[in-house]
């Protein structure tokens, strides 16, 4: 069996130090993403790796929660997985043009107010894979949990040709 050559954009993350993942099973009832005219929208993903979140709980600072600075590196690995999805249902990365919309929840207490930087980790990471495609409208939303106890969770909305 011959291993085609990566696309432009996976070869871009490996140049950045990742690899993309197996989409990643969806936990319930719903599919990874689903294409409607020349858009994809990604479900949820959480920042899994190998199936397992690296981390789990509230996003904050003190002892037992997880800190601001690591849940942004899970908006990342999220962010990697909705790219995944993404490339399961339009078979090439190289066919987005655009990252039209990022949206990111971040589980934490009241007092948690820092979302925004969180999510950051989503759309840095976005902006150095596709450049000036990668620059999105956005929400970063704080919710009290996630799924699975999970920090973080990123959908996205991706347009291609």
């Not at 949206?103 to 450049?131: D, K, R």
């Amino acid at each position: 069996m011959t291993h085609s050559p990566l696309s432009k954009i996976e070869q871009r993350l490996v140049e950045l130090g990742h690899t993309l993942p197996a989409v990643a099973k969806p936990v319930a009832a719903y599919v990874p993403a689903v294409v409607t005219g020349n858009l994809v929208f990604t479900s949820g993903q959480l920042p899994f790796v190998d199936g397992a979140l690296p981390a789990v709980g509230k996003v904050g600072d003190g002892a037992g929660l997880v800190s601001p600075a690591e849940a942004k590196k899970l908006a990342q690995l999220s962010a990697l997985n909705a790219l995944a999805a993404v490339k399961s249902v339009i078979g090439d990365l190289d066919r987005v043009v655009r990252i039209v919309k990022v949206v990111g929840f971040v589980a934490g207490g009241p007092e948690f107010t820092g979302q925004p930087g969180v999510i950051n980790g989503a759309s840095e990471f976005l902006g150095e894979v596709f450049g000036e495609a990668g620059i999105h409208a956005r929400s970063a939303v704080g919710v009290p949990s996630l799924p699975l106890d999970s920090p973080v969770e990123i959908e996205l909305i991706a347009e291609f040709r």
